[in-house]
Structure formats: C-alpha cells, structure tokens
C-alpha cells in the first residue's frame, strides 16, 4: 500500500505561466506536482540516487564507514580492500542531503542491504509568498531544512539546520517579509531563524580543518594562542597546579568555534506545549503597520504579542475555548479575524484585536450527521446537521479534532468585496466542511464534502478557486487506528481535488486537475516502489504521524471518553 502524503503544500511564483507548484511530502520523501495540469515534476531525495545508495547498503551506527569501492578483480582470490573509518560530511550545495554509508562486507564478501532511512518522516511544509523557498521540517531529528524551488518544481537544498531548535518543531511560519522563519516547538517556545545566511565555517586545529586543509599564515597569524581559563590563584591543590602547569605549557592553537548567522533567537513562550504560530500584519492605532504573533497552545490559551523584534510585550488574550486548540487561520481580507479550533466540539470566530469573541459554530453535529447518513464519496449535503431519532436527539459523534483550517478568498466580477470560504477538517474524518465568512463578521455553515477517505492535509489554489487535499488510504474512514482492508475496497485515491462554482456558489471536483494528479501520484508511488522504503512510517509510527492531535487531550476531560 501506497505511503499516504502527510503535507500537502501550494506555492505559486510570481510570473509563472502555470499556476504554481504542488509539494507534497510522503514519508522522507518530498514530490513536486504541477498545480495547472497536474503534472510530476520531482523527487528530492532523487529517486535514482536513493536506489543507487540503497544497493551498495548503510550502516549508521555511532561511527560512519566507508568502504572503498572494488575494482573488478581478475583474482578471485584477492584481498578486499581495507573499510576506513570517516567523519560525516555534508554538502550543503547538493540536491540531498542524505550521506551515502556502505555497510560492513557479509561473510561471503557481499554488502548487505541494512536499508536505513535516508531522512526521518517529513512533519512541517511552509513556503515564501513568492514561492521561491519552501521550508521542509523533520520532527525525529529536529532539523529543519530550507529548499529553493526552481520553476521547474525542482528543489536544491540551500541549509540544513540540525542542532539549531533545542525541542521538536511542532509549528512553521514565516513573517510577512519572507525574511524570518518562525518555530514554534513543543516546549512552548518561539523561534526566529534568518530565511537564508551563510553556512558553519570550518572547526580549526593548528591550522587544519575538518577537510585536512592547510590554512594561510595570515590565518594563522590572526588565530589566538590556547590560553587556560584557570590561573594559580583558583588553583590550590597539587594535582589540579600540576595539570595547570601543564596547559600553560601548550602551544597548539586554540579550535577556531563555528561561526554562523543561522542561530535560533528566542521571541516568546507559553507554559504549555505550543501548538499553532500565525503572524498578521496590522494597522496601529498611529496608523502604521505592525505586525503582531499570534500562539496558541495545549491549555487553551490564544496569546497575541507584537512581532520582532517586540515579542516579548503581551498585547492581550483570546480565551474562550476548553480544550487544546490546534488551529488558527486569518483571512488576508480580513485581518482582524481569527478563526481558532482544536478539541472543543465547535469553531470560534474572533476579533482578535479586542480580544472579543464573535461567534461559535457546531462542529461535533456535523460530524455526527456525516456519520450517520449514508452517503457515496463526492455526494453533498446541507443545512442543519443534526441526527433525531422517534424520541430524542442521538449525538454518536466521535471526539471532535480540528486538523486544518483554510481561508479561500474568491472574487467575482459582480461583487467588489471577495466571497471567503472557509475549508474546516478534523482527524479521522473523510470530509471537508466549508463555511462562508461575510463582510458583517459572522460564518455560516455552506456545505459538508464527503471524500473518499480520512482528509489528512488541505491546501488552497486561489488563483484556480481549488482546494487540493491529501488522503489515509491506511486507515479504515472515521477510524484513526482501524487499518483498512485492502481485499475487500478497490484502490483509492490518495490526493483530491475540488472547484468553487462561482455561478451555482457550490463546490464540485475538479475532473480535469483530479485525473491528472492521481496518475502523477500512482506514478511517484510506482516509483517509490522499486526503493526499500525503510524511511516510510508504519503501524504505531505511521498513526501518530498522521493523526498526533488528539493525543494533546488531556485526561479527565469532558470529551476524553468516546460516546
């Protein structure tokens, strides 16, 4: 079975002929579709480097080794060549950044195929507004990695950025500038990291680096001599004057310390596990810009401070909710609203600035009506979502976890003022709500979407009015462990697509873009195939990669218990 796309990500570059680029990650993996035709574009890491590096085998273990590769003997009984140890060394300027390991010789002579993961699962997708950069995050080793996406839809590693964050990343934005990417980890705080910089230069040892490269004497001349921290007066007794004495006595060069503009600065923190970062530009009351970093985290707390360099001044709070939250979405065409979710059973729609809370909207009667109507995939429904019986009402909904919320905005020729829709998804639910958000502040239920299978991840297509989202083909529907049985369900598709009908204000599939996008997934799957896929999540590691909100719950709880 095909590794469901855990992201799913649009990027649309300024004076591009076609209308942007799909990324979507699948497991260590990260594909580049064409968002006009749905066309393959790329694999980073390449494919074919990954099977090459995978049939000589890996090993990574505490120390890296190498062994040299053989030249077709004419004896057989010639000795192999002897394995070297290495240090690890990564090229920043190479496609992937994965280090190719050749693992010990077998008994019979032969490589084995240990078939290790090249990179951890892929968590976070973020992208410039120009589209030029797109920001790939993977929560196992922490490393977040910066690509440039060339308008082929081919991505080259520009950073790499592993022992920068201190916790997991578990949210990624960048600020309005696309100059500044913030992080948000699960210790509950802010991050900010430069977009772009330089580099770590070289560690030095008498002159050498880590590549065995002699520097210049005028480089040396500027280093500093070794100088011990500790003089005779902290020093009293005889052991610890004897190894003074001796340190005094050095003469090597003290190690160059890495230098680098690619340092993490802290901006702000919660006393609870952070969630969700959104960063909104908005006027003052001087009437000039400011831009304001809105957080939100496991104990229910929206928490709205000024931007950078200001993070740390508290401007106020939006309280209301009583569960974790997991989402925030603000519409650019409105700036002053927030649109929150996360355990509760309902959305809340903000005035962010005042703090003050507009509307609450029903989402756990929604599910349960979706649940309970037997409805084929792509088939609509709409008005009030509430399931009766002869007696009273029956509310069977599962426990209610926002997963994503997306802010389309629509424009008409009739109309001067965009029609917003609002897509709302939930975990282990294969369906996507849509709400419209109107110019009097308020936000009304439009239409539930039944899709095919659990909706994992969403991204919208302005340009097109299309939302393309990424499916659970693992799983059984309204499960979030149930895995699906295969022998008894056709192939599903992993990716959808859906239109808004301006004329008829509905939403309808994309047939066109759908068919297009599910032969280039079948054909990045098919391809996939052919590589040991050691680096795909599975079992237990696969349900908390696509489905770890709802293990922020907490116990005791109202909606702890299923119904």
């Known amino acids: 079975m095909s590794h469901p796309y855990q992201c799913v990500l649009h990027c649309h570059q300024a004076g591009q002929v076609e209308s942007g680029i799909l990324v979507f990650a ?17 694999t980073w890491p390449s494919l074919e480097n990954t099977t090459q590096t995978r049939s000589t085998g890996q090993n990574n273990g505490n120390g890296l080794e190498v062994a040299q590769l053989k030249s077709s003997p004419q004896d057989d009984s010639e000795r192999p060549s002897k394995r070297q140890k290495l240090s690890p060394a990564r090229d920043e300027s190479c496609s992937s950044s994965a280090e190719i390991v050749v693992a010990r010789d077998s008994d019979n002579g032969e490589s084995s195929n240990s078939q290790q993961p090249l990179n951890p699962p892929v968590i976070k997708l973020a992208g410039t507004s120009a589209g030029q950069h797109v920001i790939a995050v993977t929560g196992e080793d922490k490393c977040i990695r910066v690509f440039d996406l060339a308008a082929t839809g081919i991505l080259t590693q520009l950073s790499e950025r592993q022992d920068t964050m201190p916790k997991r990343p578990c949210a990624i934005i960048l600020t309005p500038d696309d100059s500044t990417i913030l992080c948000a980890d699960k210790f509950g ?8 910089g330089q580099v770590f ?4 040892f008498n002159g050498i680096d880590a590549n065995n490269t002699s520097r210049t004497s005028d480089q040396k001349h500027k280093q500093k001599p070794f100088a011990p921290s500790a003089t005779s007066l902290t020093v009293h007794t005889k052991g610890n004057r ?19 503009n690619l340092d993490h600065k802290l901006l702000l923190g919660h006393v609870s596990l952070l969630t969700d970062v959104a960063c909104v530009t908005l006027a003052s009351p001087s009437h000039k810009p400011r831009n304001y970093i809105l957080s939100s985290d496991r104990d229910e707390h929206i928490r709205i401070s000024r931007g950078v360099p200001q993070a740390h001044i508290i401007e106020g709070y939006c309280l209301g909710h009583t569960e974790f939250i997991t989402k925030l979405c603000v519409p650019t065409v409105y700036p002053h609203l927030l649109i929150s979710g996360g355990g509760d059973d309902y959305l809340i ?12 909207l029903d989402l756990k009667s929604l599910v349960a009506n979706l649940r309970n109507t037997k409805l084929g995939a792509g088939k609509l429904f709409k008005g009030s979502a509430k399931v009766k019986d002869a007696e009273t009402e029956v509310d069977i909904a599962p426990r209610i976890c926002v997963s994503n919320i997306q802010a389309l905005e629509i424009y008409t020729e009739l109309s001067g003022h965009p029609r917003v829709e609002i897509i709302v998804t939930c975990e282990g639910v294969p369906a996507l709500f849509t709400f419209t958000l109107g110019m009097n502040a308020q936000m009304q239920f439009s239409a539930s979407i039944h899709t095919e299978s659990n909706v994992i991840d969403v991204t919208i297509l302005p340009n097109q009015s299309s939302v393309i989202y990424s499916m659970d083909t693992c799983h059984q529907a309204f499960s979030t462990d149930a895995s699906a049985d295969t022998g008894k369900q056709g192939p599903r598709s992993l990716v959808g697509s859906l239109i808004y009908d301006t ?9 066109a873009l759908q068919a297009n ?14 590589v040991p896929q050691a680096g795909a999540a599975k079992g237990k590691s696969l349900r908390e ?19």
């Open 503 to 511: 004329d008829s204000k509905t939403w309808e599939e994309n047939q």
């Open 517 to 530: 996008l599910v032969a280039a997934t079948r054909e990045c799957a098919d391809s996939q195939l052919h």
């Open 545 to 563: 990669l696509l489905y770890g909100l709802e293990s922020l719950r907490k116990r005791g709880s109202e909606n702890e218990t299923d119904v």
């Open 201 to 204: 230069e070289t560690a030095t």
């Open 189 to 196: 705080d802010v991050y900010s990291l430069p977009l772009v």
């Open 26 to 42: 699948s497991g260590p993996y990260i594909h580049t579709l064409s968002a006009q035709n749905g066309r393959y574009l790329s």
């Open 349 to 360: 729609l903000w005035d962010w600035p005042a703090g003050r809370m507009l509307q609450q």
């Open 242 to 260: 004897e190894a003074l004495r001796q340190q005094q006595n050095i003469k090597n060069l003290k190690a160059e310390k890495k230098v680098s």
